[in-house]
């Protein structure tokens, strides 16, 4: 099954953080950072949603919409590719985010900019664009593996994030979701995107997950 680090480092996954780091006028290196670190807290924060009959069926409502068919996938060079990035797309963006976390998305672009080192404007517009290119990836992912069901929604997600289920993530959104905004939580989940915080998470979950990506140990 494809996993979050497939789509990272697939062609779609380069040109996905090429094109954001680009239109953003944001260091390249910081842009990886922080699409890094999104991804796997929208898909979190989704398979946190799947939980409920409720809503995993609203997910595979809006994965089977046509809009997420997995077509954004073969337009990416076009959409970041020019003068900015398409309306259509942040809109969408903004919607899913607004839906997977519940009005707390400043929390999560909060935690995104503090562990990659992008500014809170910056990190909140990569996650809009992660979200659309995510939901076309599942989308697609869906279609081939003819998921229909919460228990299906469930797999896919939770093998997309790895590590056996992504407790480590669940954690980490249902804290971010959960928080004030008060700076503490933020840097304690910005610490974990880091891979930092001690023996257990060093190869498990998120932190792990990143830490692979970036060479961290």
């Known amino acids: ?33 922080a699409m890094s670190a999104a991804l796997p807290l929208i898909l979190g924060a989704m398979k946190n949603n799947a939980k409920t009959p409720e ?13 997420h068919g997995g077509g954004i996938l073969d337009n990416l060079g076009n959409i970041l590719g020019g003068g900015g990035i398409d309306d259509n797309v942040m809109k969408d963006g903004a919607g899913i985010l607004g839906h997977v976390f519940g009005g707390k998305e400043q929390n999560v672009a909060n935690a995104v900019s503090k562990s990659s080192g992008v500014d809170m404007g ?39 994030l790895g590590g056996g289920g992504g407790q480590k993530e669940q954690s980490m959104v249902e804290r971010l979701l959960d928080s004030d905004g008060d700076g503490s939580i933020i840097d304690d989940v910005a610490g974990m995107l880091l891979g930092g915080g001690g023996g257990s998470q060093k190869k498990s979950g998120l932190g792990g997950l990143l830490g692979g990506l970036f060479g961290k140990k």
């Open 1 to 33: 099954m494809a996993s979050i680090l497939d789509l990272l480092n697939s062609d779609i996954g380069k040109t996905l953080i090429s094109g954001a780091s680009q239109q953003l006028g944001q260091d390249k290196a910081k842009t990886t950072s």
């Open 122 to 160: 910056s990190a909140m517009n990569i996650l809009k664009v992660a979200a659309p290119v995510l939901m076309g990836f599942l989308g697609k992912q869906s279609r081939q593996q003819g998921v229909s069901d919460q228990s299906g929604i469930g797999s896919l997600l939770g093998g997309m």
């Open 55 to 67: 809503g995993a069926a609203g997910l595979l409502k809006a994965l089977g919409n046509d809009k």
